[in-house]
């Protein structure tokens, strides 16, 4: 078996490896640190204008070969399998959570607090902000203060959301452009936005902050050693003490002929759903349940948010077109007074086209020609159609799992990562109430101008899904520590979505950022050079 020595080996080359392997490279330089990565590296920045325009134009998938056929499995498991991971195709919203997400339980009785003071985990933020160069304003909230500003200034509103912004702020809620890491001047190796409007698909200018940047801009100075194509199968135990002797990968092009990565602190960083599978993958007779769980708590508390949303008819004039992924936030609800019924949530607004798009049939299905198709166009582009959208605080039960399934198996034989979500008495308990009161929101906001509600539409899986080794500091109840140290083995390591007790109300990557570069600190404590 070929052998590769290391000090730091990470598993997984998402934007936690990425924040992760950048900040070990500074604050040890020499420190070897090398990233092995299931997937292969899409080294095409040239390329990205083409993939754009043919993801545009025949409606071809922009990243092709970025996942792996038989690296699948049951439940909410996204496909991305590739250097980057899941922020190759992320929109790049960087909101922060709030500091009730790290006190539910004191405050509430709810779920259970994080291990970490916001004042702490604040100044991750700032730190992340800086990394990813995120654009934003002040939120108009007091209870939103941070200590440094944003490193951009936000986005400008297009018209159209300045139009939407005056709509929104009739109901009383305050609104924010929402903070975006996309470089409004070139940053880090990127280009500006230009407003292609594709973040979410392929971003051509890379303006919007993509971890494949990073990772060459690590590999090729030597920062790193970046294997792709490698699938870690199992972490290897030291046969007399609880550390991890080694990591045990398989190069796609070579499956008789694994490698064993040798190092002398293992940091997993396989996003929410491979980490824990890589645990519970690694059992042994001393650790019949997988490594890190003696206490049976890897692949529990799986956790995201609920989503509900909406499509207001309003009688403001907008055009659409004009930057549609660009959008309004209201962190209003990210607070709820203690003593009456809790409901947390964000509030969003996005310009639409919906219904308002040209067409050439009628909806009896009649073929319209000539100025018909105009007379149509333009007898449905009065006043706005408008998204709106509220991500909702759910909180896991502990039967909220990954486990591993036997009926489905990748081309070595592994058992494949069954994910079910499910929720606590008091998030189900509270279901009807929650939506309510989201509606409630939205119809007070359509009414502010003589508008309706004309449609709903509820998620039917989590966002930003988290969990399945939750940080604590009690190790019968959590995995790791708040530095993302697991508690049964003293070089083992598990950073970002994995480690949240709970999914917040709004997007998380920011989060699992500021978590990673937390531990990065203490990572760097623990490896001697
Ligand atoms: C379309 C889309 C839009 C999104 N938009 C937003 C947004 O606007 N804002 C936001 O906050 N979030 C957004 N997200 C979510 C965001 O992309 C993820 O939260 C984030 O990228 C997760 O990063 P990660 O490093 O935790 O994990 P991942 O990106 O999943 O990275 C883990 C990596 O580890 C590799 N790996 C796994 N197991 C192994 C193994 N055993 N051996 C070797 N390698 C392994 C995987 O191949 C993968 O590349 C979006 C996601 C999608 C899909
Ligand atoms: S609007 Fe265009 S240039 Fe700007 S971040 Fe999005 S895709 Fe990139």
């Known amino acids: 078996m070929a052998t590769h020595d290391t ?134 909230y007091p209870q939103d203060a941070r200590s440094e500003p944003y490193p951009q200034p936000a986005t400008p509103l297009s018209y159209n959301l300045q139009t939407l912004k005056g709509w929104a702020e009739q109901s009383g ?80 092009d070579r499956p008789d002929d694994p490698t064993q990565y040798r190092a002398k602190l293992f940091v997993v960083a396989s996003g929410y759903t491979w980490s824990a599978h890589l645990l519970l993958l690694s059992a042994t007779a001393r650790f019949p349940n997988g490594l890190a769980n003696k206490a049976g708590m890897v692949g529990r508390y799986m956790n995201g948010h609920r989503f509900i949303q909406a499509r207001a008819e309003i009688d403001e004039q907008t055009w659409p077109g004009q930057n549609m992924t660009h959008s309004l936030i209201s962190r209003e609800f990210f607070r709820c007074p203690t003593d009456k019924p809790f409901v947390r949530h964000d509030t969003r607004v996005w310009e639409s086209s ?30 706005s159609s408008v998204r709106l959208r509220a991500y909702l605080d759910v909180h896991p039960s502990a039967d909220s799992r990954l486990t591993l399934d036997p009926s489905k198996k990748n081309r070595y034989g592994d058992p494949m990562p069954k994910i079910e979500h499910r929720f606590d008495e008091a998030t189900l308990a509270r279901t009807a109430a929650d939506e309510t009161h989201v509606m409630s929101v939205f119809e007070k906001m359509a009414k502010a101008s003589h508008g309706k509600i004309a449609g709903r539409n509820d998620g039917d899986y989590l966002d930003h899904p988290g969990g399945g080794c939750r940080m604590g500091t009690d190790p019968a109840t959590s995995v790791v520590d708040s ?31 500021a978590l990673t570069l937390r531990s990065a600190e203490e990572i760097a404590r623990s490896v001697r050079v």
């Open 7 to 140: 000090d730091v080996c990470i598993i997984g080359g998402g934007i936690s490896s990425a924040m992760l392997a950048e900040k070990l490279a500074e604050l040890k330089p020499g420190l070897q640190i090398t990233v092995v990565e299931a997937g292969r590296a899409i080294d095409d920045v040239r390329n990205r204008g083409q993939y754009r325009q043919r993801a545009m134009e025949y409606g071809e998938h922009p990243w092709p070969g970025d996942y792996i056929e038989d690296q699948q499995g049951q439940g909410l498991i996204s496909m991305t399998m590739a250097v980057g991971g899941l922020a190759l195709h992320w929109g790049g919203a960087c909101n922060r959570f709030s500091e009730e997400d790290l006190r539910l339980k004191s405050l509430y009785g709810l779920a259970a607090d994080w291990p970490l003071e916001w004042k702490e985990l604040e100044k991750y933020y700032c730190e992340a902000e800086r990394r990813l160069n995120v654009s934003g304003d002040p939120s108009p």
């Open 173 to 252: 809620l305050k609104w924010s452009p929402l903070p975006m890491a996309r470089n409004l001047k070139p940053f880090g190796g990127r280009g500006s936005c230009c407003l292609f409007d594709t973040c979410g698909t392929v971003c051509p200018s890379g303006a919007r902050y993509s971890p494949d940047f990073t990772f060459r801009q690590l590999a090729e100075p030597k920062k790193i050693a970046l294997h792709d194509r490698t699938l870690v199968r199992r972490l290897v135990l030291d046969e007399k003490t609880d550390r991890i002797v080694s990591a045990t990968g398989y190069h796609q």
């Open 354 to 383: 919906a219904g308002r798009d040209p067409r050439l049939r009628s909806p009896q299905g009649r073929l319209l020609v000539g100025d018909e198709v105009f007379e149509d166009w333009r007898s449905r582009t009065k006043g």
């Open 483 to 513: 530095w993302g140290r697991t508690h049964d083995h003293e070089n083992l390591f598990v950073v970002g979505a994995p480690t949240t007790p709970t999914g917040g109300c709004t997007n998380g990557t920011l989060t699992f950022v």
